[in-house]
């Protein structure tokens, strides 16, 4: 500022001494005085504007006086030319252009940090040039106009670049400037408090330097850190690794270790790169280090609980089912034998049901023990499931030997367990799958032995059934009928047949129950225990129910008024939430009104879905709606579902009908059955009467409706009419009709 200030007093002084040879005009003196005057009060303020400006550069107001003060000197020094320029003789005319020239690249470049100030001093002086000119003969002068021009447009272009340039490098270096202040800060805050610390190596691994931290985690002050090798302070293995690590000189990150020093251990995360001289030689190392011992801790915890079961601490299954494809490959090796086997235990259901499931998991950990206790290194036991346990025999040997230990196994669980004061005996049934050529995967062996499980749970608990060829087969045709079945309602292989229900007092047909036959295309004519349990498995029963349903109740409307029709529902059905509103919807399709419709039951339903079925009878009987209870004296505590649920009848079992007991016992159980329906004010149904001999002596028993091959067996919807019409004609046929339609 100093120096513009003198080349403008110096300037004034040259141009008014050129000028003043050809005017002698007093205007110019006042001009140069003016000029001077103003240079030497900027002179005068040059230090309070520097303080101004280095404490205020951002102020609005330090900018505005800035671009005031620029525009006033520009404006005086453009009065020059527009006033003596046409006055001036050719040396003069090339002083005053050479002086404005001058003036405007020095004083655009002294102002290029404030851009609208050079453009507000740089513009009134070529306006003032250029004033002159025009006022002067211009012929010779057009170049000048024209380089003044282009000087002054290449002037402010370049004040405009070279201020973008300013800024950004100013910007650029306050951040800089912020950067450095924050990593020194964090640095300092990170050597001083940080969970990790900073460590330098030589070549040899000795350590050079290391933060305080380090030493607060090794419990070894600094000088004593600093004798050590860094892989003093790593376990063997680890120690080998890390050399093998660095071999090639390269930075290494996130390399996990465990240290081990005095009673100390833990485990470091350490990341480093290495320090290499001019020439690229290795001079050391530089890193950081992590102590991950809390980490590390929680993700080993976080592998358990992933890998075993929370409750017994077994394998869970997908560690089980590991283990089993590691052994089965080391097998298949070796050539060993290797037995899978599927442990289920028996009646423990009844445990969780009576005595709660709180007791039933006290006993699953207390069976957890003792088959831990069992366990060894050629032994492996996990829980698979509820009450499901897998176990695998790493060197099986043959299956006698096999047998022997699953048998130990049996006997283990079948030991009475005593839990809050109940002694709880439950038994274990085992199916066993052996390793051989054909097994591809541990799927296989895994499925071969739930066979055997399946096989040994219907034909006799409590013991060890190994898998074989046959049980596969078994299990094909079930799934080749499964997916039979899907197709069955769609292609019409379902029909219903019939079976009359008589009233022997009233010689009359007072119903029929629908029993539902799926022709199948291969197998013929197949009752419902051949199919019904794969459709409640399938997911099928609730279509399957409702065809039914809505057959029944079809059919029954062509027959006369006061005869009904019992249909049989299953415990999954009763599952359903909408069950309700599927047999209220076959009343409205159909037209049947509810009295005529009778819903059959086994105690089975009660066992199983208890609560629905309280609520599901309520909703029966508020619509009408009959409920019989089917297979009566068949379970173990039916007299107490006749207290607790809304049914309107009870069927006897044919087998107190015509069973293994004696007769004697046989007769006490229906008169005790008849007598105490009679008390409830419930109706019975006696079925499977076949003979006149065992009409006559229910009858007597006070039994009054009856059904069975005596009466008929179950017949086409297509007769239904025909035999209503011959049975309730006045004089119906009697006895043995019927004994030889049961072929």
């Not at 403008?8 to 140069?32: F, K, Q």
């Not at 107001?61 to 006033?72: D, E, K, M, R």
């Not at 445990?351 to 709180?358: E, I, P, R, S, Y």
């Not at 176990?391 to 006698?400: K, P, R, V």
Request: charged share 25%; proline share 3%.
């Amino acid at each position: 500022m100093i120096g513009n200030m003198l080349v403008n007093i110096i300037n004034v002084i040259i141009v008014v001494a050129a000028l003043w040879r050809n005017t002698h005009d007093p205007a110019l003196l006042v001009w140069g005085g003016l000029v001077t005057a103003y240079a030497l009060r900027v002179l005068w303020k040059v230090p309070k504007i520097r303080r101004h400006w280095q404490a205020d550069s951002t102020r609005k107001g330090t900018i505005v006086s800035a671009i005031a003060n620029s525009l006033f000197l520009g404006t005086i020094w453009g009065l020059m030319p527009a006033i003596w320029f046409p006055t001036a003789g050719h040396e003069q005319e090339l002083l005053i252009a050479t002086v404005i020239t001058g003036m405007i690249g020095a004083g655009a470049f002294s102002l290029s940090s404030l851009p609208l100030a050079s453009f507000t001093y740089v513009v009134p002086m070529a306006t003032g040039a250029y004033i002159g000119v025009f006022r002067t003969d211009i012929a010779h002068l057009w170049p000048v106009a024209f380089l003044l021009g282009l000087y002054s447009i290449i002037i402010l272009y370049t004040v405009h670049r070279l201020a973008q340039f300013f800024i950004e490098r100013t910007v650029a270096e306050e951040a800089t400037r912020e950067r450095g202040e924050v990593i020194e800060l964090l640095l300092r805050e990170f050597q001083e408090n940080g969970s990790d610390w900073l460590y330098e190596l030589d070549e040899s691994l000795k350590i050079v330097s290391c933060s305080p931290r380090m030493s607060a985690v090794t419990r070894m002050s600094k000088s004593r850190l600093l004798e050590l090798k860094f892989t003093d302070l790593l376990c063997p293995e680890d120690r080998d690794a890390l050399l093998k690590r660095i071999e090639g000189q390269s930075a290494f990150h996130d390399f996990v270790c465990r240290i081990t020093f005095g009673d100390v251990e833990a485990w470091w995360s350490l990341t480093a790169s290495p320090i290499l001289d001019k020439r690229g030689r290795l001079n050391g190392w530089r890193g950081v280090g992590s102590d991950i011992t809390e980490r590390k801790l929680a993700e080993d915890r976080i592998v358990r609980l992933a890998q075993t079961d929370a409750l017994t601490g077994l394998y869970n299954r997908s560690r089980f089912r590991e283990v089993a494809e590691s052994a089965l490959a080391d097998a298949q090796v070796t050539g060993r034998s290797l037995a899978i086997g599927t442990l289920d235990l028996d009646y423990f259901k009844e445990v969780n049901d009576t005595l709660g499931h709180a007791v039933g998991d006290a006993l699953l950990k207390v069976l957890a023990e003792r088959l831990l206790d069992l366990s060894d290194k050629e032994l492996t036991i996990g829980r698979i499931g509820g009450d499901e346990f897998g176990i695998i025999l790493h060197d099986a040997g043959d299956s006698d030997a096999v047998n022997t230990q699953v048998n130990e196994i049996i006997a283990a669980v079948c030991e009475p367990i005593h839990i809050d004061g109940n002694e709880i005996r439950v038994g274990g049934t085992i199916g066993i799958a052996m390793s051989d050529d054909k097994v591809q995967d541990v799927g296989d062996l895994i499925r071969n032995s739930d066979l055997a499980l399946y096989f040994c749970k219907t034909t006799g608990r409590g013991r060890a059934c190994f898998y074989n060829r046959d049980m596969y087969k078994d299990a094909d045709q079930q799934r080749v009928l499964r997916e039979d079945l899907r197709k069955a309602i769609s292609e019409e292989q379902l029909r219903l047949e019939y079976q009359p229900v008589i009233d022997a007092a009233a010689n009359r047909v007072v119903g029929f129950e629908a029993l539902l036959r799926w022709d199948h295309p291969e197998m013929g004519t197949l009752a419902p225990d051949r199919f019904i349990g794969l459709a409640e498995t399938a997911g099928l029963i609730g279509a399957i129910g409702e065809w039914t349903l809505d057959r029944a109740c079809h059919d029954a409307m062509t027959w006369p008024e006061d005869i009904r029709v019992a249909v049989n529902i299953s415990p999954v059905q009763l599952g359903e939430s909408d069950f309700a509103a599927s047999v209220r919807a076959a009343l409205e399709k159909s037209g049947l009104p509810a009295s005529r419709l009778e819903l059959e039951m086994t105690e089975t339903v009660f066992m199983r879905r208890e609560m629905m079925a309280d609520r599901f009878i309520g909703e029966m009987n508020r619509m009408g709606v009959a409920v019989a209870l089917d297979d009566f004296g068949t379970g173990y505590c039916s007299l107490s579902y006749l207290t607790r649920f809304s049914v309107q009848k009870i069927k006897i079992d044919r087998s107190f009908v015509s069973g293994d007991l004696a007769f004697r016992e046989r007769n006490a159980i229906i008169s005790a059955v008849v007598g105490m329906a009679r008390t409830l004010d419930l109706k019975t149904t006696v079925e499977g009467v076949e003979t006149a001999a065992e009409l006559a002596w229910l009858t007597g028993l006070g039994c009054r409706e009856f059904q069975g091959f005596y009466f008929a067996a179950p017949m086409d919807k297509a007769d239904v009419a025909g035999f209503i019409d011959r049975y309730n004609a006045p004089t119906p046929p009697l006895s043995g009709k019927s004994v030889a339609s049961r072929s």
